[in-house]
């Protein structure tokens, strides 16, 4: 072996011990994915199911019932009866429904002129819920009229592409994963690298017939395979706990990750370039890439309603073209147009940051 | 060609804020092959600087520096494959084991696998760190650390080995023990050592002394060299009545004197050029100067704008009556008869671990009490229940007459603590760090802005006082501690190796304030690992493994155990000790 593949080697041994002995890298590595899995596998959910709903219904008449009736077998609404409005008034106040329905007694004899009119009041304070319930309503309300019509023999068959079940998880899950490898890839490494300083053990290593880019390939190295194992550990609970389908290549799969771990690291790699404070190192990670990477990469906010300033902005977050590819492959499957325009712009930046490390990195203290 | 290392006008500078410091200027410097040098100097001196530039850690802005004729700008990687070194804090990783850390730096410096079993063997036994090889090493006393880090460097058997302050922060019995392995290395193997230390009893022992100040040399050559401009200027006074701290402080006020410092049982005086004047009522012997004179001359003279000397004549036997009178009896006598400290078999247990074993002893007011140990001997864990910072598990705990055990917020209010690190807001000013702490210690309007004046003109720091604490130099950091411990007018004074990493100049400035303090009846308890420092306690107590070894004045010890030094008397006891465990 070449004495610079032995120090490489020893660099990376060095560097596993330490990971498995510190509790906080662990933690960074393994119990934070693991975590974030979780709350948006089962805590968080941008869809809403079985709202209460406060139903008054003044009308008597087959329509009427029917109309409520279609409610109870929906899975987005419970729906409970009230005799009066006053009665519904005081459920909303209360919090026990999101909504109200109010079939006036006129209803019926409306519906038969075609004018038919429910009123519908909707709680306005959580602002994201009250926006879906009143979707769903007037969905069901379409359906609801479409069905009267069916007898005409009218029938609109709503069909949604991508995701069929429109479930919030199946596109927050493999967003995730970018904010996951983010985590191992930049934050854990420039951390590592800040403590080097910290502790001293820098100048000791820099002291030794160790060159710089032998340092920087000791880190690479180990954080690639950390984050690489943190990708696959969240695939694998999306896929198997979470049941989110994977629909394209998985080779595709590995081959893009491993493009954004780079970016990542390279990324992880600059900031420690110049900061040599584990605090301010850390700072630096969660503000310029992690919180990017879960606000601005248009996994849970779509890029398109952002301001334009900031939708220019998005275009230098490598995360924002991962999740893209993340969400194509996921859920459209192997459309190697998106993926590789977007894998360009990734390589491009992991590119220009790993450009940086070396220009930056130099075996000298000052 | 017999040089090592040569330097030929050298210059860096860094950048600090708005300011540039000139940390080396116009450096010349060679240093000899096969030989121990020592670089000693006050702080910022540019030691630590000139160490990073040989290893081509840092570049600098001028001049040429080369290491056995390689130049460390072209050829850096040739210097750092021939030279080990090892940084202040030394880089070892805390979550390794002592194996594992060896193993790292043998493969790094690329140690043949063949034969590395035997390196490492003989350099665990050579440390004592054979019984250690799988403790993770941040689980080592500071001592055996430092034992690491030395092997470490010394695992290629490089030809030059760069060692910065390897011995500050270790207890005696741990330094000896370095010392051994630098000399082995030496004298076996041949290499050529550049040490820097603050201890200057070390470097006196260096074949070779360099000596730094503010980027320049100020004198190089042996030791001896140093001394010969100090023939006749050196002279040891002692008193039959008072303190010899006091008489101390006298001395110190007149003109002829350079500089002052206990030992034994009386002071060592240097004097100006053309000796030193009569003095009346006391003895005056003439004795051989030690390097340690020399620094602080050579420094003082430095700092000192350069006036013309020798008008004094050398000292004949003159009338009494011109000649100042020393030791007047004081307004207020220092030490009296009244116990301000009693602890009484004091215990702490940390679950099933004794880290303070029935520890008894007490501390009259105005005195100088030392508590001296080995890394882990039990004197922080003593000092932190001193200062009700933890409780004690076991024992009688009085301070000033109130019982730390149940009252001790108001205990606190007649303490002054000074914690190992100073603990100051580094990014205040060192006016903002006043007026912080005389706020925690209550002080308002009137006495706030009084106490806070007396601070800034009695520790000298009115210059300084819109620098941020962080930009000071470690002298003026302990300075501004000191002050900030004493901003109630405590009546006790704790201070938790208050010189550690402080240079020689600074610390004797140090002492004098704190004789001056007990003076004038504060009581004062110091932890300290520098042993002369020991010599300048009234009292002192040697701790090891949570037990009182011996207690009492240091001359009376010294005498009772047929030793010269306060030095020489810890070493053996804790060797004893060893040999017994």
Known sequence: MSPALRRICALVRKEFLQVIRDPSSIAIAIVQPLFLLFIFGYGISLDATHVPVACVVDATGPNAREFIGGLYQSQYFSPRIYGSMAEAEQAMIKGDAMATIWIRSDFERQAMTGNGKIEVIVNGVDANTARLVQGYLIGHWGQWLLKQGATMGLELKPRIWFNAEVRSRNYLLPGIIAVIMTLTGTLLTAMVVAREWERGTMEALLSTPVTISEVIVGKVIPYFLLGMAGMGLSVLTARWLFQVPLVGSHWLLLAVSCLYMLAALAMGLFISSFSKNQFIAGQLAIITTYLPAFMLSGFIFDIHSMPTVIQWLTHIIPARYFVTILQTLFLAGDVHGLVIKNAVYMAGLAAFFLLLVARNSRKRLD | ?581
């Open chain 2, 1 to 581: 060609m017999s040089e090592a290392i040569s330097l030929k006008h050298v210059s860096k500078s860094f950048r600090v804020g708005k300011n540039t410091v000139q940390a080396l200027n116009d450096l010349n410097l060679a240093v000899e092959k096969g030989i121990v040098t020592a670089l000693v100097g006050p702080d910022a001196a540019g030691k630590t600087t000139l160490m990073r530039l040989v290893m081509g850690l840092l570049l600098p802005d001028a001049g040429e520096i080369t290491v056995f004729g390689h130049s460390v700008q072209r050829e850096a990687a040739t210097v750092q494959e021939m030279t080990g070194y090892m940084p202040q804090r030394f880089g070892l990783y805390e979550d390794l084991t002592v194996q594992e850390n060896m193993e790292l730096y043998a493969e790094l410096k690329g140690l043949s696998r063949q034969g590395r079993r035997e390196r490492y063997d003989l350099l665990f036994r050579m440390s004592g760190l054979a019984p250690f090889t799988s403790r993770m090493s941040g689980r080592l006393s500071g001592g055996m650390k430092q034992k690491l880090g030395l092997i470490c460097t010394l695992l290629s058997s490089p030809q030059l080995l760069i060692l910065d302050e390897p011995t500050v922060g270790v207890d005696p019995l741990s330094r000896r023990e370095l010392w051994q392995i630098i000399r082995n290395a030496v004298e076996n193997e041949g290499m050529t050592v550049l040490l820097s230390t603050a201890y200057l009893d070390e470097a006196e022992r260096c074949e070779q002394v360099i000596l730094l100040n503010r980027g320049r040399i100020v004198g190089q050559g042996r030791p001896s060299s140093f001394l010969e401009p100090l023939k006749g200027r050196t002279f040891f006074v002692t008193s039959q009545k008072g303190l010899r701290r006091d008489l101390a402080l006298e001395l110190s006020a007149l003109p002829s004197v350079v500089d002052v410092a206990l030992q034994a049982d009386g002071v060592r005086v240097i004097a100006k050029k053309g000796g030193l004047e009569p003095l009346c009522g006391v003895n005056v012997t003439a004795i051989a100067p030690r390097f340690e004179d020399a620094f602080v001359t050579l420094l003082t003279q430095a700092q000192e704008a350069p006036s013309l000397t020798g008008q004094h004549s050398a000292p004949n036997a003159s009338p009494c009556e011109n000649a100042p009178s020393l030791t007047k009896p004081l307004a207020v006598g220092s030490a009296t008869n009244e116990d301000v400290i009693v602890v009484k078999d004091l215990e702490k247990w940390f679950g099933a671990f004794c880290a303070v074993n029935k520890v008894s002893f007490t501390v009259k007011r105005g005195e100088i009490f030392g508590l001296l140990g080995a890394n882990g001997a039990g004197k922080s864990t003593t000092f932190r229940m001193l200062c009700g910072l933890l409780p004690a598990t076991r024992g009688v705990l009085q301070v000033s007459g109130e019982n730390l055990l149940r009252a001790s917020s108001r205990a606190r209010m007649k303490i002054g603590y000074m914690a190992q690190r100073f603990s100051l807001y580094g990014n205040l000013t060192v006016l903002q760090n006043l007026r912080f702490f005389a706020g925690a210690y209550g002080l308002k309007d009137k006495r706030r802005e009084e106490r806070i004046q007396w601070a800034l003109t009695e520790f000298g720091l009115t210059p300084f006082q819109d620098f941020t604490a962080m930009a000071l130099s470690l002298g003026h950091k302990q300075r501004l501690a000191l002050a900030a411990a004493l901003m109630h007018e405590p009546d006790i004074l704790f201070l938790d190796e208050p010189t550690s990493g402080v240079d020689p100049l600074a610390r004797r400035e140090f002492w004098r304030e704190i004789h001056r303090l007990a003076q004038r009846g504060v009581t004062v308890l110091v932890t300290t690992h520098f042993m002369e420092e020991a010599e300048y306690c009234d009292r002192l107590l040697i701790m090891s493994r949570g037990e009182v070894l011996v207690q009492g004045a240091p001359q009376e010890l010294k005498a009772q155990y047929g030793m010269a030094s306060i030095e020489e008397l810890f070493v053996s006891l804790l060797e004893r000790r060893e040999e017994r465990l």
